[in-house]
DNA sequence: GTCTATACACCGATAGAC
DNA sequence: GTCTATCGGTGTATAGAC
């Protein structure tokens, strides 16, 4: 049980690193001091290195996002309604959109080769899962993709532009939009916001 | 004559593997290979190191997005045409959203302390000049700026997606559409599409 | 399970010959 | 202007004591 904590606690701490510096600028060195650890700890806690570290802290985002964004997402409630679960949850799963996204660090420079097949399967249960509300709220099942994907795409970019311009601004306004956006033109929302 | 374009192509170079590595993964190898020239031949023509790199290859987007991306937008044609010009540049900017942005690359990670002060420059430029069009449509200002950055804010996240996916679809839905959404609403676009 | 000490490769950077 | 040779520092990874 605190061995489970223990070890929770200390994962959080490689997301934060990861996310903060990316693959190759996540030195042992700094991972060492963010958790504490000494190098050859964190050795005997991840016995392949450096690349089991960085893959055990994708794993954990991964359950994140499965617990907190999918699983809402699958739920038996309205559309609209698990729709704006999403945007409170995305919210708090990027820290108000000033933190980095672990899928894009990785996704980018060196480490791409590294991972690029458990982004790329995440991504797509992603968008398949979000695209599965729209088709629920009665969007054509070749629109339903394209919008979840426009939605993700958004998300990211906004957290980029977020990082870029050093301001929040972006992110919230396409978080707060995002319902009704990606419902606008079915039966749900009658009428809806586009860019404004 | 031949100076001008040898170091033009060094540094186009330069762009290239920064771009595809990052800061940090950008090595003194890395970028010995790509260019073809010694460690020792790098530092004759950047004296201050790979920071002095990084800074023009920075320099040289910049240039680029002033003369392919940004002087266009300044025409005196009408919006739209001059938003389908944008298009069609974005389009061969990011070489059909297989590129990665220079900008995201430092903007991430270590190298965002070294460049921010720069990206967050070029973003605002590019931000502004993009709102002035949608403002000459006839798009109230406030809305304008708010566009603008979705539309970059798009193209960004389309382009990690496309890295993500490793497929350039959502890019090219991007881009397309860009026109007709930033000016959906104005008189120039009496219908404009919306996120289908 | 954590530590100190260390191995060895690679990093960015420089000196000096040509 | 480019090269070879080399520097000090840091990178990841490991050995072995406690």
């Given at each position: 049980m605190q061995k489970l904590m223990f070890k929770d606690k200390l994962l959080?701490?490689?997301?934060?690193?990861?996310?903060?510096?990316?693959?190759?600028?996540?030195?042992l060195a700094r991972i060492s001091a963010?958790?504490?650890?000494?190098?050859a700890s964190l050795y005997h806690h991840f016995p392949k290195g450096k690349e089991e570290m960085a893959?055990?802290?994708l794993n954990l985002v991964n359950t994140w996002l499965e617990e907190s964004i999918l699983t809402p997402l699958r739920q038996e409630s309205e559309p609209i309604e698990r729709l704006r679960d999403l945007s409170k949850n995305l919210y708090e799963f990027y820290n108000c959109g000033q933190q980095t996204c672990l899928?894009?660090?990785f996704a980018?420079?060196?480490?791409?080769?590294?991972?690029?097949?458990?982004?790329?399967?995440?991504l797509n249960v992603w968008i398949d899962t979000l695209a599965q509300v729209l088709i629920d709220a009665g969007l054509p099942p070749e629109y339903a993709r394209h919008r979840a994907e426009d939605a993700i795409l958004?998300?990211?970019?906004?957290?980029?532009?977020?990082?870029?311009?050093?301001?929040?601004g972006a992110f919230e306004r396409v978080i707060k939009r995002l319902p009704e956006q990606l419902l606008?033109?079915?039966?749900?929302?009658?009428?809806?916001?586009?860019?404004?």
């Open positions: 959080t701490q490689l997301v934060n690193v990861f996310r903060q510096y990316g693959y190759e600028g996540a030195t963010a958790t504490g650890l000494g190098r893959a055990s802290a899928f894009t660090m980018l420079g060196e480490s791409k080769d590294l991972f690029q097949a458990q982004i790329q399967k995440a958004q998300i990211q970019g906004a957290l980029i532009l977020g990082q870029g311009l050093d301001e929040t606008n033109g079915t039966e749900q929302v009658s009428r809806g916001i586009c860019l404004q």
